[in-house]
């Protein structure tokens, strides 16, 4: 990281690296957990990884929604919804452009105060957060790791989603994307073209979590959804129980259809309850909904 000498910016460093170096979580360090430094159980942080329209705050919600399930309390801290309110009316696809490099100020800086407060809520109680963006990026993922495990002495597992089945990506856009609250002055088809572009611009610049480079990160890759999937370095049982979850889930949303059985053998006979077989009627039934 460039240092700042006698309060001047060295001409190395850039727009983004000056917002690191000024955001208040630069100076949060981890003595100010107290007691929470030497319980067993330290807090986690899941980490989602990914190019748009990957399925990863799809990832991100389940998952949530499982862990405070089974009594983990677990929150997410999604970065979109803090560039959102961060930044006036979407506009186009060239805000996400590497080259704008105001837009990638503001986007490092909303990054920055969702980590922050991811931070302190996991100071106040909390157990689980999931840190749900793209983090892209090797130096994205550094930035996040050294802050997560390096200031505060956190677990930090990374949650990577791989796609390039077109038919998955074009129903989770279809079905997702150009729905999102970053469109709703578009029609479908601008929309459609402006997400594409959009990922085309993550695409020039995406590094995906590599086992040699990033061997001291605990993390797992999901392949076209379930495919395939590797894990790396999981460790305690937060981590196994994230992992099992995420091994036996259906990342893309589906519908799931309930009907009641045709006509049974006791219900010609009027009776009430048991386990009888179908009739024949009851049969014909079972195949035409099938």
């Known amino acids: 990281m460039p240092p700042i000498k006698n309060g001047l910016i060295s001409p190395e460093m850039d727009k983004q690296q000056l917002i690191l170096n000024k955001h208040p979580i630069m100076n949060m360090f981890r003595h100010q957990r107290g007691e929470r430094y030497n319980y067993v159980n330290s807090p986690h942080v899941i980490v989602t990884v990914g190019l748009p329209a ?45 080259e704008n490099m105001e837009a990638m100020a503001i986007r490092s800086k909303c990054a920055l105060d969702a980590l ?71 029609n479908k088809d601008e929309a459609l073209r402006d997400f594409l572009l959009r990922i085309e611009h993550y695409e020039s610049k995406y590094e995906a979590l590599d086992e040699e480079r990033e061997d001291n990160y605990s993390f797992i890759k999901i392949f076209n959804a379930g495919e395939k999937v590797l894990v790396h370095k999981h460790e305690g049982h937060i981590q196994s129980r994230v992992v099992y979850y995420l091994m036996n889930i259906h990342v893309m949303p589906r519908t799931i259809y309930l009907t009641r059985h045709g006509e049974s053998e006791h219900n010609l006979k009027g009776r009430i309850g048991g386990d009888s077989d179908l009739s024949e009627r009851g049969q014909r039934d079972r195949k035409s909904v099938v």
């Open 54 to 98: 990957r399925g990863k705050t799809y990832i991100a919600k389940k998952l949530t929604r499982y862990l405070n399930w089974i009594g983990i309390k677990t929150q997410v801290f999604n970065v979109g919804e803090y560039r959102r309110q961060a930044t006036q009316a979407y506009r186009n696809h060239d805000f996400f452009r590497p």
């Open 116 to 186: 922050e407060d991811m931070c302190k809520w996991l100071e106040n109680g909390g157990e689980v957060a999931v840190f749900d963006a793209t983090n892209t990026t090797h130096e994205r993922r550094k930035l996040i790791h050294d802050i997560v495990v390096g200031k505060f002495g956190f677990k930090c597992f990374f949650v990577e989603s791989v796609c390039d089945d077109p038919n998955i990506i074009e129903s989770n856009i279809m079905e997702v994307k150009v729905n999102s609250p970053d469109y709703k002055d578009m």
